[in-house]
């Protein structure tokens, strides 16, 4: 301990006096800079991810996206000289238009998605981003950072969709132009899996040297890179290659604005009025 001006400062401590006023760390001693402000950051996010990551399973399944079902998948047109051309041919007619059907039953796996890297971009003492309920007056080094989020399949966590009745047909035109439509290849069922799934998003964060008041995620998407692999034996890789995309893309258009809120209200609930302190700010 020593005196200097009527100051007091207990410098072994947590908590200091200075001119009789408690600091809350000597963070408070220096002036603030985002320097200062991403030691706070640094300390109060990972715990926070973790608690997030622990609670997210539960929360995916009683959010209705795993499993999620009651999707429907839109016909995918396929050019006819992938077999329409052919089968048509086979029966003095010309092809009119060949596509591949089927029906959604269920996509598994969302729950094993976990964040697992939270870049940070910038991280700003002007708090004029933050309003009054995500950062209250007089927070001790206030900041607004805004890190870049990837989430991650767990070790050994994968998507799976199944589909029923997939089918590619074929509309045929005979040369008095009836039309008649026929099935090159039918599956009861069909599953396809990733194991390589990841989401990116942007981030909102607004805290103190000690506390985090508010976090937010948004731009939600699951990457179109996602490797997907299904096991339909006797259908071309060139046919399934045109099909994944539209089964991609309308699964994670459904999931990626469900998930997104999900994590917000999750978040929220986590932070409540400070995490991981109320009383600090």
């Known amino acids: 301990m020593f005196i200097r001006n ?76 992938y077999g329409g051309d052919e089968i048509c041919g086979l029966q003095a007619s010309s092809c009119d238009k060949s596509w591949v059907q089927m029906d959604f039953n269920y996509l598994n796996g969302l729950g094993d998605l976990e964040i697992a890297s939270y870049n940070l971009g910038t991280i700003d003492t002007n708090t004029s981003s933050c309003d009054s309920n995500s950062l209250p007056a007089g927070a001790s080094c206030g900041y607004h950072a805004t890190p870049a989020m990837t989430a991650d399949l767990i070790s050994g966590g994968k998507l799976e969709a199944n589909l029923q009745n997939l089918k590619f047909k074929v509309k045929c035109k005979d040369a008095f132009g009836s039309k008649f439509d026929e099935t090159i290849a039918s599956f009861s069922s069909v599953t396809c899996k990733s194991t390589d799934a990841t989401a990116t998003m942007d981030s909102s964060v607004c805290g ?60 929220s609930n986590l932070i409540g009025t400070g995490y991981p302190n109320a009383t600090c700010t």
């Open 6 to 81: 009527s100051a007091v400062v207990f410098v072994a401590g947590y908590v200091c006096q200075v001119n009789g006023a408690n600091l809350r760390s000597l963070t408070d001693l220096v002036v603030c800079s985002s320097d200062v402000a991403q030691v706070g950051y640094d300390a109060v996010m990972p715990p926070l991810i973790n608690a997030f990551n622990s609670a997210w399973p539960q929360l995916a399944a009683s959010s209705g996206i795993d499993p999620l079902t009651g999707v429907s998948i839109p016909n995918v047109d396929i050019p006819c000289k």
């Open 208 to 267: 103190s040297n000690c506390n985090i008041f508010s976090a937010s995620v948004s731009n939600l998407k699951i990457s179109s890179s996602t490797k997907v692999t299904c096991d339909v034996s006797g259908l071309s890789s060139s046919i399934v290659d045109l099909v994944v995309p539209t089964i991609q893309s309308t699964l994670f258009n459904v999931v990626e604005p469900i998930a997104e809120s999900e994590m917000n209200k999750e978040l």
